[in-house]
């Protein structure tokens, strides 16, 4: 007959066998997701991502493997505790972007994805996007438009010209763009960036097509590298008085950049200040 102690001796190897194997399970379980990013973190695809729109999950989006995106930083399912991605489509290359813009939603971001290692790697920031750095945030690439400076802030509700590269290296260019606008329309054309080099201020931007409307040069017949874009940061720095409602005093200034696209002026708002 089995004395009590070996009985208890046996639950207790038993309870711990257990617990080694539940640790084991959620420590494995928890290296398979990405750990802490940053705000401004990069992403990369591993494998072709088939998804939905955030909140009413009526559109199918397909985001194809090695697509680079800015994450964010992660969040946590409330039930599984597990963490998550969301990817703002508005970053995104056209062809990428177009059905969720093209939809009678407003909303541009995917609903959350598992943040598995499988499914995404963390890379470092790319290149094409250094042509301009945010000197508050930090952050790299955006818009930059045509033109002298700045509008008045009254008058902004103009249409403008842009351009941008987009998270996966996509060069856009647009011609009246709605400063208001939620949703990243459709660009007037667009091509991959095939090849980039950063000297000093100047950023230089191949493609193996034109992007119409951008002052490009041909620089090659054949290949991947066929026009050439420059951009030029300058130390110029540009004010726009924004008058109040009556008009009598003044609300803000509004500083811009002064970049040369192609010897052309272009500019980025950079700041602005009040009284």
């Known amino acids: 007959m089995i004395s009590n102690k070996i009985i208890k001796?046996?639950?207790f190897s038993g309870m711990?066998?257990?617990f080694l194997i539940g640790f084991a399970?959620?420590?494995n379980a928890s290296s398979q997701y990405l750990s802490k990013l940053s705000n401004d973190q990069y992403l990369e695809t591993r494998q072709t991502?088939?998804?939905t729109n955030s909140y009413f999950k009526d559109l199918k989006i397909t985001i194809p493997k090695g697509t680079i995106f800015q994450s964010g930083s992660l969040s946590k399912g409330v039930k599984t505790g597990k963490p998550y991605v969301t990817i703002d489509m508005n970053n995104l290359?056209?062809?990428?972007?177009?059905g969720i813009i093209q939809s009678k939603h407003g909303v541009t971001t995917t609903k959350y994805i598992w943040a598995k290692k499988s499914y995404f790697k963390k890379v470092s920031a790319p290149k094409y996007q250094?042509?301009?750095?945010?000197?508050f945030t930090g952050r790299i690439g955006g818009l930059v438009w045509q033109g002298n400076k700045s509008f008045p802030l009254k008058q902004q509700y103009k249409i403008e010209n842009c351009f941008?590269?987009?998270d996966n290296g996509y060069l856009e260019y647009f011609t009246g763009y709605d400063y208001w606008v939620s949703k990243m329309p459709q660009p007037h054309s667009y091509a991959k960036v095939q090849k980039f080099i950063k000297k000093g201020n100047s950023s230089y931007f191949y493609t193996k097509t034109k992007v119409s409307g951008l002052p490009?040069?041909?620089v090659h017949k054949k290949g991947n590298d066929r026009y050439r874009l420059k951009v030029t940061k300058t130390d110029q720095h540009l004010a726009t008085i924004n008058p109040d409602a009556n008009k009598k005093y003044d609300d803000s200034v509004t500083i811009s950049i002064r970049y040369y696209v192609g010897g052309k002026k272009f500019y980025i708002p950079s700041q602005t200040i009040y009284p």
Do not use: E, G, N, Q
């Open 16 to 18: 711990t066998f257990l």
């Open 93 to 98: 290359s056209w062809p990428l972007r177009k």
């Open 216 to 218: 490009m040069i041909h």
């Open 25 to 27: 399970t959620t420590a």
């Open 164 to 166: 941008r590269v987009t």
């Open 49 to 51: 991502i088939h998804t």
């Open 9 to 11: 001796s046996m639950i």
């Open 130 to 135: 250094s042509y301009h750095k945010d000197t």
